[in-house]
């Protein structure tokens, strides 16, 4: 693991030699249009980084962008992995080891998600408050690093109440609803079935998707603080009125760049 972080990292070094910024975007499906807004100083594309899988999906650019946003240093994801494209957890978690061994501190994830909540429809923002990880995987399997972080971290607070509280001050500052719930993280790539959607609901969560836990997990085992942001894209299965697909995730992505770009930029400036 370590030698595949370090070569990693320093992959990017050669690309990037100056000091790499203290905070990590990674951006979901539909949402790479933030990129727009990063003045960029390199953009690396993940085939040219050890480790890094190139991405297959739909709407993940599959490239860093590393520059200013909002005046902030920043390094931005354009697209991230996933376990139904093949990988496994520990492939997932790269990226963000890698960045924690470069400098950075603080992680922000994104990702389009289902809603469990009729009231919160496609179009809403949900701050990340907590998740479930019913995947059956773990980012953390396999032998521990304890210069990494330790063998059995504390998952009590995963997504900073700091952060939170700067991320809502943030969507009011901009007026925009920022609603607040508990993300359940599935393999996919199938869409969950209704019964799935039921049971779900009935243990706390509030939207559904397959990504971000992984990397938040790591990014808590490595010592980072961690924030998340949920773009509703669909009601779930048994919610939703009409069959669920990949084209209306990135349809709604495209229709909220604007709201979700202008509360990260929010965002970011509270940060730094």
Do not use: W
Request: with cysteine; glycine share 10%.
């Amino acid at each position: 693991m370590k030698t595949a972080i370090a070569a990693a990292a320093e992959a990017v070094k050669t690309k990037f030699p100056s000091a790499f910024p203290k905070t990590v975007l990674v951006l979901g499906s539909g949402l790479g249009g933030f990129g727009e807004h990063v003045e960029t100083e390199a953009v690396i594309p993940y085939q040219d980084i050890p480790g890094f899988p190139v991405s297959t999906v739909s709407g993940h650019s599959g490239r860093l962008l590393i520059g200013k946003a909002a005046g902030v240093p920043i390094a931005c994801m354009q697209g991230r992995f996933h376990l139904y494209e093949g990988h496994r957890a520990e492939q997932v978690a790269l990226p963000i080891r890698t960045f924690r061994a470069l400098g950075a501190t603080t992680l922000i994830l994104t990702n389009a998600a289902g809603s469990l909540k009729k009231e919160m429809g496609p179009g809403a923002l949900m701050a990340i408050e907590d998740h479930i990880n019913f995947s059956g995987r773990n980012p953390l399997i396999g032998p521990n690093d304890e210069s990494i972080g330790p063998r059995f971290p504390d998952m009590s607070a995963v997504y900073s109440p700091r952060l939170r509280a700067l991320l809502a001050a943030a969507a009011k500052a901009e007026e925009i609803p920022l609603d607040s719930g508990v993300y359940l993280y599935t393999t996919g790539p199938s869409f969950e079935t209704p019964a799935e959607i039921r049971m779900f609901a009935q243990m706390g969560a509030d939207a559904v998707g397959m990504s971000t836990a992984p990397e938040a997990i790591a990014a808590v085992h490595a010592g980072m603080e961690v924030a998340g942001v949920s773009l509703i894209v669909n009601h779930a299965a048994g919610i939703a009125d009409h069959p669920i697909t990949h084209d209306e995730t990135l349809a709604v992505g495209a229709a909220a760049a604007d709201k979700m770009s202008r509360l990260m930029l929010q965002f970011l400036a509270a940060i730094d």
